[in-house]
């Protein structure tokens, strides 16, 4: 079960983009993600008439590694770490450590 899924509202806690807040967009692979509005780098875009495209230089949002990003906590409003719990009919649970709470998915 991953902790960070699409979606989750996530804070930045190193790398250039350190402190932003952004939503998950997809996960990539097994330890990156997307995330909307980080991470985002220059690409040269050349113009291909075929498929409609404009040239130019355009912003491209690439793939930042999970370990540089914590949940964000709507109750606190800051980042927090997240834990797995089996409930009692056996379905498993992501929560907050600071304060029990399940996290709204």
Partial sequence: ??????????VVIAG???GKRGTV????????????GINLVKKHQRPNPM????GGITDKTMPI???????LNPGTGK????????LEDGK???FFKSNGETVKA
């Fill in 1 to 10: 079960m991953d902790k960070i899924r699409k979606g989750d509202e996530v």
């Fill in 16 to 18: 250039r983009d350190k």
């Fill in 25 to 36: 967009l997809r996960r990539v692979d097994a330890a990156h993600l997307l995330v909307e």
């Fill in 51 to 54: 498929k409609g495209e404009a």
């Fill in 65 to 71: 590694d999970q370990s540089n990003v914590m949940l």
């Fill in 79 to 86: 980042s927090d770490r997240v834990g797995i719990r089996v």
């Fill in 92 to 94: 498993k649970v992501r």
